[in-house]
């Protein structure tokens, strides 16, 4: 088995670019069980995976 912690191997890899785009804040919600329940207490992160993409 090949030992990957090794840093030599890293000059074999790209670059990685992320792409995080800008979020406004917008308050928290006010029903503190719901947000429990979403697992988040900002609304515009209550994103449920829908199996293909995110509703909003």
């Known amino acids: ?4 912690r090794s840093t030599e ?3 074999q890899f790209p ?5 995080v785009p ?3 804040f917008n308050g928290i919600s006010e029903n ?4 429990y329940q979403t697992g988040t207490i900002f609304p515009e992160l209550d994103l ?4 293909r993409r995110c509703v909003s």
């Open 1 to 4: 088995m090949q030992d990957y």
């Open 9 to 11: 191997q890293c000059d």
């Open 15 to 19: 670059v990685a670019m992320a792409y």
């Open 22 to 24: 800008w979020q406004r």
């Open 32 to 35: 503190l069980e719901e947000a």
């Open 48 to 51: 449920p995976f829908t199996g």
